[in-house]
């Protein structure tokens, strides 16, 4: 018996200048779910300094830095936990180069080719690798706990047992499920 492969944690930020357009927003709102991405937890929050600082502390001592963390801290953003097979890969693929002239020259059908404005406004970020998922999430969701999630959520959703709300966008367990199969088992 094969083992299964678990699902993949990534984290997905929605830049301030895509949440202040409805268009783009639902466009890439349409793209996470159409590409079977699943939303684990999701909030619109103006980003801090502080969280901002933490996040980007790796770019400190670049030019861009005080550009960066200005624009960022300069209005909402949605922030959103997605899971799916390969879901860093995935989303990184669906939002296309860093630098917005290159996914506009190179890959202009990507969510930065199509609503990347500059390479500070280049519409979406997404994490890396496993190691910095885990450290992004820990930022923006600090009562989210990866471990927990994968011992007790990650089987509902990896098994499709979920229903979505599109008003708050995020996917929630349908516990009615097992609820059931208990109910049977008594």
Known sequence: MQSRKHLQLTLAILKPHVVKSPFALQKIRDLIIDNNFKVVRSRRTTISSEEAELFYKEHRDKFFYNRLLTFMCS???????????DAIAKWRQLMGPTKTYQAQYNAPHTIRGTF????TRNATHGSDSTESAEREIAIFFK????KKWYDNEEKFYSSGKLHFDPVSFVHMIDRSHSETRNEQIE
């Open 143 to 146: 009562e989210f706990n990866v």
């Open 116 to 119: 990347g404005l500059s390479d």
């Open 75 to 85: 209005g909402p953003s949605d922030v959103h936990i997605l899971t799916a097979n």
